[in-house]
């Protein structure tokens, strides 16, 4: 089935999954957009301008093992839309290792990754494979203004900010909601730390006078990306959206998952945070307007002589993460990537090149780099 199609997209019929899609007909690659309702994908579809332009199909499939190993099969990489990840994940990610394809996705779910990174980066890595969970705007553009900052020789710590103005879609809601049960780490002296989970911080915001309200967000995948790095020894990240009233919203909530549903039996707690969210986030927003949808993306690096500073503005934080699938899965396509295994995608595909395409189309600006070493 995927044998003329390197590309399989699943879960297309949601709001990232479509962006996925526009993007591989930019890159004129052919791909299956599949998921578990093909006439939910094909009215998606439909509405991508162009579509026709690009060889693609609509495939119908059951999420378990067996179907998605069949339906990737002579495929080269699986782009994976489905969240919550770690509820969703890992059919698709055996799917993949059996079918012998490469994996992405565009988790935030710290948890997500650890585990990941546990039950199958070995594998991965021995069929010179690539899973690379988390390749999205809110995750990859602040490792890239990370690893900038990094190429000044002596910096160990990194605090990261990433914002950005909108509101979540429906599934990135899901996914918040779900971390919400979790651990959160942030890294310290290369020893996975836990974050007080009802941690809510001002931080100044480059380019404005203003201040924001800022959460550790599930402890990010930067913690994860760099705990292996050994350039850096320690690294806290607090994000969130720009508007005030939802990120005190998003505090509140926190307080009630605390006190009214991790108390409740395990087995309960799933259905208990989908109904909170789905009172949130009930449909798709509009498409994202890149003069109201900005994003910053700020780290600031130290060491015990040197500091450093890079800032990324952006804009389209969802086209950003649809742009950077497609890229991941088009250099797939051509050559291996630069490390097998569990890798972030400046690991996998480097940072400079990452940037570079996120320029080429319009979505950043050029880094602001203040160094003093």
Known sequence: MSNSKPVVVYGASGYTGRLVCEYLREYN??????????????????????????????????????????????????????????KYGPEVVEAALAAGCHYLDTTGEQDWVIDAQ??????????????????????????????????????????????????????????????????????EENQYRQWDPLTALEVAVPGQHETALALPWGGTLHPVWFKNDPRVSTCKVLGGVTDRAVMQGVVETVKMVESQIKTLPADQQDAALAEVAASVQA????????????????????????????????NSNYKQTGLLQAYAAHSLLQQPPRRVGLASACQAFGHRELLGVLKAFGLVLDPVLTVHS
């Open 29 to 86: 690659i052919p791909f299956i957009a599949a998921g578990r309702d093909k006439a939910r994908i094909q009215e998606v579809l439909d509405k991508v301008p162009g579509i026709d332009t690009v060889e693609h199909e609509v495939v119908e499939v059951e999420h378990a093992v067996g179907p998605l190993t069949e339906l990737f099969r002579g495929a080269k990489v699986v782009s994976n839309m489905v969240g919550p990840f770690i």
């Open 118 to 187: 546990t039950r199958w980066a070995d594998d991965y890595a021995e069929k010179g494979l690539l899973l690379s969970p988390g390749v999205a705007q809110m995750y990859t553009t602040g490792e890239i203004a990370a690893n900038i900052c990094l190429e000044t020789p002596g910096l160990d710590t990194l605090d990261i900010l990433v914002l950005w103005k909108g509101f979540p879609t429906y599934a990135s809601t899901q996914t918040i909601f779900t971390i919400l049960k979790a651990d959160w780490y942030y890294l």
């Open 283 to 314: 449909g798709m927003p509009p498409r994202e307007n890149p003069r109201i949808n900005t994003s910053v993306d700020s780290v600031h690096a130290s060491g015990p002589l040197g500091r450093a500073h890079c800032v990324i503005h952006g």
